[in-house]
C-alpha cells in the first residue's frame, strides 16, 4: 500500500517516508521532489522496511510535523500515518502525544491515520485526525489494506473541493 502512495505521486510533489518501528528514521532529512529519481529512492526504501517491534507514534508524527514550513502555502500538506500497533516507544500516553502533536502542528498541515489489525488505539488515532484536519480509517486484518489505501491515495490526488469559502452577502445567520 506504501508503495502505491509512493509510486503515484507526481513530479511536483514532495515527500519523505518515516519509518518508526523502536526509533523514527527518516528515509531523507527533508521533502524530496517525487521525480523518477526521488520516487526510485522512496521505493527503494519501503522495500527495505522491516518490522522490528516497538511502535514509536508520538516521535514519528513529530518528525513528519518538522518536515512542513510556511512555504508554499498554496501547496496542499499531508501526512498519511499507517499503523498497525499501540504507542510503546518513547512517549506512550495517549494524552501527552495527542498534546505535543497539537503543540507541533504547522498551520494547513493536515493529517490522515490509518490502523491496520485489531491492536491499534482508534481513540488516539481519530483524535489526531480529527484535531488535523484528517479522516481515520480502519483495516481490519480479512480487508484488502491496498484497496483502501489506494482509494484514499486517489481521493487525496484528485479532490472535489479546496479551500471552500461560503460568502453569506451580509445577511444574518
Known amino acids: 500500500a506504501l508503495l502505491y502512495g509512493v509510486r503515484i505521486l507526481r513530479p511536483q510533489d514532495r515527500f519523505n517516508v518515516i519509518s518508526f518501528a523502536g526509533e523514527e528514521h527518516l528515509m531523507e532529512s527533508g521533502l524530496i521532489a517525487a521525480d523518477d529519481k526521488g520516487r526510485q529512492r522512496g521505493e527503494a526504501f519501503v522495500k527495505a522496511l522491516k518490522p522490528v ?36 516507544v518513547g512517549e506512550t500516553n495517549v ?8 503543540k507541533a502542528s504547522r498551520p494547513g498541515v493536515r493529517l490522515f491515520t490509518f490502523g491496520v489489525g485489531y491492536d491499534v488505539n482508534t481513540a488516539l488515532l481519530d483524535k489526531l485526525a480529527a484535531e488535523n484536519g484528517g479522516t481515520a480509517d480502519y483495516v481490519e486484518p480479512k480487508e484488502d489494506l491496498e484497496v483502501k489505501v489506494s482509494n484514499f491515495f486517489t481521493k487525496v490526488n484528485y479532490p472535489v473541493l479546496t479551500d471552500l469559502k461560503f460568502d453569506m452577502g451580509g445577511a444574518k445567520t
Not at 53 to 63: F, H, R, V
Request: aromatic letters at 4%; glycine letters at 6%.
Open 53 to 88: 517491534g516497538g511502535t514509536n507514534i508520538n516521535q514519528s508524527l513529530l518528525a513528519s510535523l518538522s518536515q512542513f514550513n510556511e512555504t508554499n502555502r498554496d501547496r496542499p500538506k499531508i501526512i498519511v500515518f499507517l499503523t498497525d500497533g499501540l504507542p510503546t
Open 95 to 102: 494524552s501527552r502525544i495527542v498534546d505535543n502533536v497539537r
